[in-house]
């Protein structure tokens, strides 16, 4: 049926559009259903919603997302998409082919799976898992649905953190690190997916984060290097539709992580990776053995697809840096910068680097270059090339007015951080969303307290958010103290 | 924040709010956000989307399904759901506790759970299985959240499949039978899970099927029993909101399925229930080891919640009756109910007549009762008491204009009809939204075909959706004919 096209004001995050009752009957569509709405520009998936008044038969609406459609516009019923056939197959624990998976991609690409549909598909892969040939086949078809960039240097170094250790900024001390070496590292970082904040949302404090594939080509140029969200840039469109289908549950199954993130450095341009993987209690590896075994699919898939990856096991068990949360954890990016802020942040940034400085052959000192300031000078060069003020300082940085101290009930030793619970706290109170909402530890593991010294300070920047929050430290130990010669855990 | 309430003409699924971005800003939510509308008549869980135009700041816009709140009411940001935690827990494979299934029940009840969560659950509980403990638990809370009727006979009998076999449309015969030997069978049921039509959408072809409890109460006094749709009794709310999160994988897992039935028959106030399972390739139980074991499980959980329960395990490798779909379906009853109609589910009716009969002490006899015209004439007090017409004949039902024949390709014996195709291709065909959609299946396994002989005739009401069923028939087999000595069944 052809309809003309009238925008309508939501701001919507699915590609919503709106049939009047009438048209609907007649095209046997119901609410949620997937139609195809075929324009001048190509075919589009629009979800529909119904209406009697907002508009009049004969016209369909069209919310944010959509546009960019003039009519006129054919709408028609969507056939079945083809992945839920498959998305079933991996619930019933049967392997998918490369094409099963090209039309998994194609079709979250387009918008065709509903979000029920999307849930199941990242459950299936959490609790069934993927083989090395299935991550191979999806990360392939995840490059092949993106963009690819192209660099003139012949080297061009990259990095990516598995996540799950709250904190843990080291991206923003390590890119313009390196790139004070000489090597060109164009960094694109996702936003959270289990962490209460992810390096996107953490330099969003400081300049943006979303551009253009044109715009990052003239920011590495100005600068040799960025740090900006990959989302923006389309470099793996598909992945920021799973992430967001990932994030409520904090669901990262290994396969679906190795897949995301070397096809979005492949698609990046990027020859040499150093991949982070942080193990230990709360962490997403448990075990030394687990994170080896991890490490050498990450070696073996990016071998395939023809990158040098080399892989760093960290410490992962407590947060990395005092800061949890995007403007907390930018305050520490900025202190070490200047040659002081967290001891492990520093460290970490230090050896990271000088990994890849080994990795790419490139005969550099990485602690030198952050105590000489080239460092801190490159990173004010990327934060203006990406819009923001190259002379922002710690004080100028705002952090949620609302805050709750939590003291320490004994005196003792801090004995353990929980990263999970730290994770859960910081994203009850606004994080990532909320940039000024998070943790600032006071403390770490092994320190002494006295009874009601302050361990950590939880900031949000809405009342309630700050509540909900507050209930979660108030009925779990998310910092745990005990006497100094405590050796039983816990009774059961 | 305080805001005015103004209708928005929206018929969403969801209960869908539209904020002014002004508010959001202040609120700190944004799309898809959770808040919680607390008014005069309680408090309401709405989900966010924006707009600059369609509301003014100051006013939340409802969407149709929150068409009964009016303001002044109190817009917050609602916490995180408790129950994302226990669907995690259920992923990682650890037995959930009944006030875990509380919760999760809870959530789903009042929309707290968004769709990815919903898909979430339903894939755990499909890739992790239910223990018989938590089957027990999540059928009580599933029981608790509804209403329970409650009825003046000492003896209430009731009857369910546990589906997975097309047609198979037994109720519509078996209630009047056995109401016609005078038992109260006040049955409730529920729309399409998997399959191409639930005795709901079947009935509703007839006459009504959405009533409230006392309209329900009203119906059985007149008729002796009834034939409604579960969902508008709301004697098990939570379960129409699983099954549409697992319709469009047709994810059935057993211990989710027995909570579904047994829930919903303690709630309706019935005393004594068969349960019909259907076993064989390509029915939800594929052996009859598999059939008993749930069949054991049924009986555990019925005797826990003080139901007696008796199961029948029947034949379920090909459908039951001709038709597939609504219309087709509802005019196999009309011809079983006048004497005639297909011999399988002719026959089927019978069995569970008489399984029920002994079940519960009454003395009569199945075959009797239809072939004497009682059943007929008790279909029809049914009827007409759900407001249809009393003396409808297969003449009148109007099934989809649209229709593709689909004829052997060769001569020989039909070996097997696979249920599932003929599901998908119902549903592609529209059914069970579309009633006139579905096949008409005109051959049995073991029927002698020549080449060129229809097998079957698809119908639909909207052409689009014929060519998506016709698409899959053509690259399938979902009847199979083979030479009349072949023994070779695939090479591979």
Known sequence: MQFA???????????????????????????????????????????????????????VGTTRRLDTISGPVDVSLAPTPASVRYIRKKLDDIELERHEFERIVDDITDDRLADVE???YVAGVYTNGL??????????????????????????????????????????????????????????????????????????????????????ERIVDEAGACIVWGGAVNLSPVDDKIIRAETPLSLDPPGQLIASV???????????????IPYGEGAKMESLAEAREFAVDVRRVGEHIGLTVECAITLGSQPIGSGVGPTLEARDVLETLDGAGPADLRLKSIRLADVLFECCGVDADAAALLDSGAARERFRRIVDAQGGDPEVSPGDLEVGRHTRVVHADRAGIVTHIDNRLVNDV???????????????LHCRVGDTVETGEPLCTVHAEVSAKLEDASSLVDRTEMIRVRGARETLVERV
Chains 1, 2 share one sequence.
């Open 262 to 276: 070397l096809s979005k450095k492949k698609s990046a341009g990027s020859t040499h990776v150093v991949v982070d």
């Open 426 to 440: 910081a994203r009850r109170a606004g994080a990532p969303r909320d940039h000024g909402a998070g943790i600032d």
């Open 131 to 216: 083989s090395l040939q299935e991550t191979l086949s999806l990360t392939e078809e995840m490059t092949a649905a993106g963009e690819v960039i192209s660099w003139d240097p012949s080297v061009v170094a990259d990095k990516h953190s598995i996540g799950g250790v709250p904190g843990n900024r080291v991206t923003p001390v390590l890119v313009p690190l390196v790139a004070s070496a000489g090597l060109t590292m164009p960094k694109t970082s996702s936003r959270a997916v289990t962490s209460a904040a992810g390096t996107a949302d953490t330099m969003e404090v400081f300049c943006d984060v979303s551009f253009s594939r044109a715009e990052v």
């Open 118 to 120: 999307l849930g199941a």
């Open 5 to 59: 096209v009238e925008p309508v004001d939501i701001a919507s995050r699915s590609p919503t559009v709106l049939l009047n009752e009438s048209d609907a009957a007649d095209l046997g569509v119901h609410p949620l259903d997937r139609v195809h709405l075929d324009h001048a520009g190509g075919t589009t998936v629009g979800i529909v919603e119904l209406t009697d008044q907002l508009v009049p038969p004969g016209v």
